[in-house]
């Protein structure tokens, strides 16, 4: 079997991050499960508008569901005229689930795969780790560590997706970010 060249390498391994989910993986760290997308398949053409030799994503962010448990007061307690608890409140449980974040269709731009060589990725590592979001190896490849501290380096930003975003890859000094867009 012949080695694959690195842009190819680098685009198999962003088949992990894309859209389309074909599995779940568990966080090494222990977090819960996240869905694996497929990178190939949330390639889209650019908006209008957008310089055509740019590369672009969709991804879905699936809604954020917290659960709230409450205690509710059912009946007050009973104090007696001296200040002794006759009989203490009573409270039941309640438990709701609560959305609080709507379901997402992201669409950005995102380095093109051949942009994204094995020393980009090492350095995308370096830089994650630097920010203590990536515990790992520095392997130069788009393993599961690696797409689990971009996804929580874009959540603080405000961009809930594991695919890396090129906002996200200037801001981490990976690319240059052009003059006009300073």
């Known amino acids: 079997m012949t080695p694959l060249p690195s842009a190819i390498r680098a685009l198999c391994a962003m088949a992990f991050v894309g859209l389309s989910g074909c599995g779940d993986i568990q966080d090494p760290d222990g977090a819960p499960r996240v869905a694996v997308p497929d990178f190939a398949s949330a390639q889209i053409k650019p908006p209008p508008g957008a310089t055509p030799d740019t590369c672009w994503v969709r991804d879905v962010a699936p809604a954020a569901i917290e659960t709230v448990t409450r205690q509710i007061e059912v009946a007050p307690a009973q104090i007696n005229e001296d200040g002794t608890v006759r009989s203490p409140a009573r409270y039941r449980t309640e438990t709701a689930q ?20 094995p020393e980009v990725i090492a350095t ?36 809930p997706s594991a695919l890396l975003s090129m906002q996200s890859a200037r801001g981490l000094g990976l690319l240059a970010t052009p003059l006009d867009q300073l």
Do not use: K, S
């Open 98 to 117: 609560a959305i609080t974040r709507e379901r997402q269709e992201l669409v950005f731009e995102t380095p093109c795969p051949h942009a994204l060589t």
């Open 124 to 159: 995308l590592q370096r830089a994650l780790e630097a920010r203590g979001l990536y515990r790992g190896p520095i392997t130069g490849a788009m393993d599961v560590r690696t797409l689990l501290a971009v996804r929580r380096y874009q959540n603080a930003r405000d961009l």
